[in-house]
């Protein structure tokens, strides 16, 4: 599986409005942000209200994340300034089998701008320079439009329902599946 992993971009991935790059230390206003949010922290590694060395931590998560065979975490970044406004993964661990799935999230204050359906449309461009990846996938909760309407701006088809797909704050959830295929090939 390791051999099928992808190199971390050599340039940073552009869409729009953002830039995905690699995570850095002055990204940690983020993770304090995150931490703030009502939600993100019951979906993700980050504890809610994080300590100085709980954010420093997330943020060195996010930076292993490609050498711990889990995928590729990126911080969405606001293209003109370069300051972390969100973040976005493409999580590889069912690349042998063509799939993978990618999760975001954006900062509360950054919201409502284009930033995550740019970053979504720059991840899945960099995700079929993979060779082997053939599938990504989202899962968002029913109630979240403004998640739904990322996946749909980004070109993301919605597959169905999964019920009680997983648990989210000691509760199971049900999840809607997106998804987007690579393009085949057109024979003629």
Same mark, same amino acid.
């Given at each position: 599986?390791?051999?099928? &992993?992808?190199?971390?971009? !050599? ?20 993770? %304090? #942000?995150?931490?703030?949010?009502? $939600? +993100? ?5 980050? *504890? ?5 060395? #709980?954010?420093? #931590? ?10 711990? @065979?889990? @995928?590729?975490? %990126? ?7 370069? #300051? ?8 590889? *661990? ?9 999760? $975001? !999230? ?8 284009? %930033?995550?359906?740019?970053? &979504?449309?720059?991840?899945?461009? %960099?995700?079929?320079? +993979?060779?082997?990846?053939?599938? +990504? ?18 070109? $993301? *088809?919605?597959?169905?329902? &999964?019920? !009680?797909? *997983?648990? +989210? ?18 024979? @003629?």
């Amino acid at each position: 599986m390791d051999e099928m &992993l992808p190199q971390w971009p !050599s340039t940073p991935v552009r869409h729009g409005p953002v830039l995905l790059r690699a995570f850095a230390e002055r990204d940690v206003r983020l993770a %304090f #942000e995150f931490g703030e949010d009502p $939600y +993100i922290p019951l979906i993700g590694s980050l *504890q809610a209200k994080p300590s100085d060395q #709980e954010a420093m #931590e997330w943020i060195h998560r996010q930076q292993g994340r490609l050498a711990e @065979g889990m @995928g590729l975490s %990126f911080a969405i970044a606001d293209a003109r300034t370069d #300051e972390a406004v969100g973040a976005i993964g493409l999580w590889l *661990q069912n690349l042998a089998a063509g799939r993978a799935r990618a999760g $975001y !999230s954006v900062a509360a204050a950054h919201r409502g701008r284009g %930033f995550a359906s740019s970053a &979504l449309t720059a991840l899945t461009a %960099f995700a079929w320079t +993979i060779p082997a990846l053939h599938r +990504i996938e989202l899962h968002i909760e029913p109630w979240n439009v403004g998640s739904i309407r990322v996946a749909e701006n980004a070109g $993301y *088809q919605r597959e169905g329902l &999964l019920r !009680s797909h *997983q648990e +989210i704050g000691g509760a199971r959830r049900d999840m809607l599946l997106h998804a987007a295929i690579r393009a085949e090939p057109s024979t @003629g």
